[in-house]
């Protein structure tokens, strides 16, 4: 393995067949795939059936459990839906717990004027629960449907600048949680 990648996952929250993620995703992975460090997989919850109650939630048992296990950080792509955000998102963080432990979580989301942001603050009241860490820096896309072009979602320049000093942090505590991760395996045990 390559110790100067990382593996990110983009998991991705909407699972509506029509979607504004589509176009988003694909803005994303090229714009991720300019960063040489990250090592991107995509998870999208679309495509993802997670398993019903015969199995207990956290008990790594999900299908994308050993993918997310292998991360060394997430970029969560999240509609804001209601004030809030998917439940099919939900569902997803709470059937993993190790899987998101000591690693770094940062967002992407999009809605109409908000861009998102209400999402994001929801989620950010989850994550510390499962021992993760969120970034201060996000990025949020306000009606991005207004921003579909022959190339498909091309957003204002400071999109791109908000996503760089997302990446940016991303990576900092990507690699900072790896080393630390890697000195204290036998606290990672929940209490």
Do not use: C
């Not at 994001?120 to 009606?143: D, G, K, M």
């Not at 000093?165 to 045990?189: I, K, M, N, Q, Y």
């Amino acid at each position: 393995m390559d110790t100067s990648k990382m593996r990110i996952v983009l998991l991705v929250g909407s699972v509506r067949t029509s979607r504004m993620a589509d176009p988003i995703v694909a803005w994303l992975r090229a714009q991720l795939a300019q960063h040489t460090w990250i090592d991107l997989d995509v998870i999208d919850l679309a495509t993802v059936r997670l398993p019903e109650a015969e199995l207990r939630p956290g008990s790594g048992d999900s299908p994308i459990a050993d993918r997310m296990n292998a991360a060394d950080g997430f970029v969560v792509l999240t509609p804001e839906y209601n004030h809030s955000f998917p439940a099919a998102l939900k569902n997803a963080i709470d059937w993993h717990y190790t899987e998101w432990t000591r690693k770094p979580v940062t967002f992407v989301a999009y809605g109409a004027g908000s861009g998102g942001i209400r999402a994001i603050e929801q989620l950010r009241l989850i994550f510390p629960e499962l021992s993760a860490v969120t970034t201060r820096n996000v990025v949020t896309l306000s009606a991005p449907w207004n921003h579909l072009g022959d190339n498909g979602f091309e957003p204002p320049e400071q999109v791109v600048g908000a996503l760089e000093a997302t990446v940016a942090e991303l990576h900092w505590w990507a690699t900072a949680l790896r080393v630390a991760r890697g000195r204290d395996a036998a606290d990672l045990v929940p209490a």
